[in-house]
């Protein structure tokens, strides 16, 4: 069965304005250094996307279709729904396509930070304003831009990303589909992913990665948890669960007192030792866990790949996607478990200057 279709001739001409205006397809990818390039390939990859991707109902009706992904677009569209209907999140075309895009991931991200600094490295481009990471299509390349990047004496980490949003900008073309580098996920995986996706379509504060990827992470937990108690369905597995409150407490912990260093007046040596004796005490603490007999950690190798490439730039990647969680999650208990409470709140909060916003947050914390 063929997984692509053609895009009308006139929705074409459209859909390359859409993607140049996109660059770098902001959201959970994106960033642009004006070069002709750069601005290429985001565009080639976006309309590659798009050719590929079939509306779900054609999906389900092709006899072909594997009955393994036939349940997974079922799921899909039950979660879509739930979204709309129980976390006041956008009903619009979005996930409401197909496409299989024979790869493992659909860009690849890089991101860079100073040797003793946790600020990452922002790419800024027209419109969408400046994000603290690059989104490549080929993988090959980002890994020449990240190679580039520690010539320069950056350290820098390039991963897959399983999906990204166009910020409800191109709905008028469909929307952004399903992808099978995501939708083969367990339950729980799935919905996260949907509702975090759909959260960015809400608010996105122009040059402000942290509050973006914090407040769409709030929302996927928190409409995990309403999910999961409005259906029985997508239950997490508790060892999972613990291994990831575990990694957050070491990793959260790890940041803090190398953001403490960082910011102090000592001598570069002495911060390049005390460095090297936080980021061993990190993956010490890691160690012991797995060393617990019988524990969620024994024999699990899940963590081993990221911690093998811990560096400033992972340890500032995660920190926005959850530094700011405690914040939102605050708010949504204060505003009485109402998700479009939460969503008029975020949108607030991104009006207004990054000081103040940064403020607000760290005050409801």
């Known amino acids: 069965m063929s997984t692509r279709a053609s895009v009308p001739a006139r929705r074409l001409g459209r859909a390359v304005g859409a993607a140049l205006l996109l660059a770098a397809l902001a959201g959970c990818a994106g960033g642009s250094d004006g070069s002709l390039g750069y601005y290429a390939q985001s565009l080639r990859g976006h309309l590659d996307l798009l050719q590929r991707a079939r509306p779900m109902d054609d999906w389900l009706a092709d006899p072909a ?13 039950r979660l879509r729904r739930f979204a709309v209907t129980d976390l006041a999140l956008p009903d619009n075309p979005s996930y409401t396509r197909y496409a299989d895009l024979g790869r493992p991931a659909v860009v690849w991200n890089v991101v860079a930070a100073p040797e ?13 304003g400046c994000v603290g990471y690059r989104g490549y299509f080929d993988r090959a390349a980002a890994e020449a831009e990240g190679a580039r990047l520690r010539a320069e004496g950056w350290e820098v980490a390039v991963y897959g990303v399983p999906a990204y949003s166009t910020l409800g ?18 339950e729980a995986a799935l919905a996260r992913l949907l ?12 040059g402000d990665t942290a509050f973006n990827e914090s407040y769409a992470t709030a929302v996927e937990r ?13 239950a997490e597995d508790p060892a999972q669960q613990q291994r990831q409150a575990d990694f957050r407490t070491i990793t959260q912990r790890t940041r803090a007192a190398l953001d403490a260093l960082y910011r102090s007046d000592r001598p570069d040596a002495a911060k390049r030792a005390d460095k090297a004796r936080l980021m061993a005490g990190m993956h010490q603490a890691f160690a012991a866990l797995k060393a617990a007999p019988g524990g969620p950690w024994a024999g699990h190798t899940g963590y081993d790949a990221w911690l093998a490439r811990a560096n400033n730039a992972t340890l500032a990647l995660q920190a926005a996607y959850d530094g700011g969680v405690p914040a939102f999650e605050r708010l949504f208990a204060e505003g009485g478990g109402d998700f479009a409470r939460l969503h008029a709140e975020a949108r607030r909060l991104a ?8 403020q607000a947050l760290q005050d409801n914390r």
């Open 65 to 77: 279709t594997p009955p393994a992904l036939r349940e997974r677009l079922q799921l899909a569209q």
């Open 116 to 128: 003793l600094s946790l600020q990452p490295r922002t790419w800024c481009f027209p419109v969408m």
């Open 169 to 186: 900008w191109t709905n008028w073309l469909g929307g952004d589909p399903l992808l099978n580098t995501f939708v083969q996920g367990g």
């Open 195 to 206: 509702f975090h996706e759909l959260a960015h379509q809400v608010v996105y504060a122009d």
């Open 222 to 234: 928190l409409g995990l948890a309403r999910w999961q108690a409005a259906t029985g369905g997508g």
């Open 351 to 358: 009006a207004l200057p990054p000081a103040q916003r940064r």
